[in-house]
T-cell receptor, first 114, second 114 residues
Framework: KAGVTQTPRYLIKTRGQQVTLSCSPI?????VSWYQQTPGQGLQFLFE???????NKGNFPGRFSGRQFSNSRSEMNVSTLELGDSALYLC?????????????FGQGTRLTVV | AQKVTQAQTEISVVEKEDVTLDCVYE???????LFWYKQPPSGELVFLIR??????QNEISGRYSWNFQKSTSSFNFTITASQVVDSAVYFC???????????FGKGTSLLVTP
């Protein structure tokens, strides 16, 4: 069974640009969550999607957005990039039928903003 | 508000030593879920265990064991006879019953040397 796939693995963007990251969950999983990991703030929850609907949202500015498609694949978008957006972005998938089942993470996308 | 504290930033042990990673949490919820994840250098978070707030039984899985004590709001993780492959960053996380969002601690970096 394939795991969670995140693409691309690495990205370098310039301040002010926008970026789109992709996440393909484990087959059959309907919930996708996104997390930002930085050395200073650690792992922080961005948002969670279930059946194409955002179910939960963390405390991030509106520049961070996401969506989920009917095949459960998810994308997150960051507009007007800032240097502080440099981070490892992790995607997690879970069956989603009930709250708080274990989440399986991808290897992440390393975003560097210069 | 929920909070997870992992007071140990870094731990270094010699192979075959036992090591305990501490996790203290704060929550006002009566129902909640606790997790431990391992993050090897590859970056992917690997699920280790999930425990709900009504299940205070200790858990043992091979060399890993977990001690959940609601009275002290702690969910500690012990590795017995540590091995070099155990070297990683370990995260404790808390999730509310009202939605899927993991609140992570800052992590404990474990280094096991031969």
């Amino acid at each position: 069974k394939a795991g969670v796939t995140q693409t691309p693995r690495y990205l370098i963007k310039t301040r002010g640009q926008q970026v789109t990251l992709s996440c393909s969950p484990i087959s059959g999983h309907r919930s996708v969550s996104w997390y930002q990991q930085t050395p200073g703030q650690g792992l922080q929850f961005l948002f969670e999607y279930f059946s194409e609907t955002q179910r939960n949202k963390g405390n991030f500015p509106g520049r961070f957005s996401g969506r989920q498609f009917s095949n459960s694949r998810s994308e997150m978008n960051v507009s007007t990039l800032e240097l502080g957006d440099s981070a490892l972005y992790l995607c997690a998938s879970s069956p989603g039928g009930a709250w708080n089942t274990e989440a399986f993470f991808g290897q992440g996308t390393r975003l560097t903003v210069v | 508000a929920q909070k997870v504290t992992q007071a140990q930033t870094e731990i270094s042990v010699v192979e075959k030593e036992d090591v305990t990673l501490d996790c203290v949490y704060e929550t006002r919820d009566t129902t909640y879920y606790l997790f431990w994840y391992k993050q090897p250098p590859s970056g992917e978070l690997v699920f280790l265990i999930r425990r709900n707030s009504f299940d205070e039984q200790n858990e043992i899985s091979g060399r890993y064991s977990w001690n959940f004590q609601k009275s002290t709001s702690s969910f500690n993780f012990t590795i017995t006879a540590s091995q070099v492959v155990d070297s990683a960053v370990y995260f404790c996380a808390l999730s509310p019953n009202s939605g899927y969002a993991l609140n992570f601690g800052k992590g404990t970096s474990l280094l096991v040397t031969p």
